[in-house]
């Protein structure tokens, strides 16, 4: 094989461009306005049914729990299709594994749904999102546990 025909992989953690703090910040407030819109015209018809009360279900109510399944499910699965969500699209940033690879199920499901959950039921626990600003590769706790981290798409 002559010199060249020999291509290399140049793409490794050290070129990647990290999306800091506030760039992830904007994205998942413009992500937060578009679940909550999402949710308003889904769970709008709960506000016709039972005189407006709210219908619980054990310690939650019924639009509660929706509200969580749309939530979670819009993150973990526009991550999935689209390696970012409407709000990393609009800043330009994407979500890729840390060795290159294409986000599994099981990457994404700690990510998105273990890594946010854990942030939303302890929300003492939120200001972790503050590790963002201070690691090397910009992770928060939830790409430390799925192994992710958020950079400008190129």
Do not use: C
């Amino acid at each position: 094989m002559s010199e060249e025909q020999v291509t290399y992989n140049t793409t490794d953690e050290f070129d990647r461009n990290y999306a800091g703090f506030w760039m992830r910040f904007w994205a998942y407030l413009a992500d937060l306005i578009i679940v909550f819109s999402i949710n308003g015209i889904l769970l709008l018809p709960f506000k016709f049914i039972n005189g407006g009360e709210a219908i619980d279900v054990g310690f939650w109510t019924v639009a509660g729990s929706l509200g969580a399944v749309v939530f979670y499910l819009y993150f973990l699965l526009m991550t999935k299709w689209f390696g970012q969500t409407l709000g990393k699209m609009i800043f330009g940033l994407r979500v890729v594994r840390s060795d290159e690879g294409p986000l599994g199920w099981s990457d994404l499901l700690f990510r998105e749904v273990v890594g946010r959950f854990i942030y939303r039921v302890f929300f003492i626990l939120s200001i972790l999102y503050f590790v963002v600003a201070f690691t090397p590769q910009k992770q928060g706790i939830h790409d430390m546990i799925g192994s992710t981290r958020v950079v400008f798409d190129r």
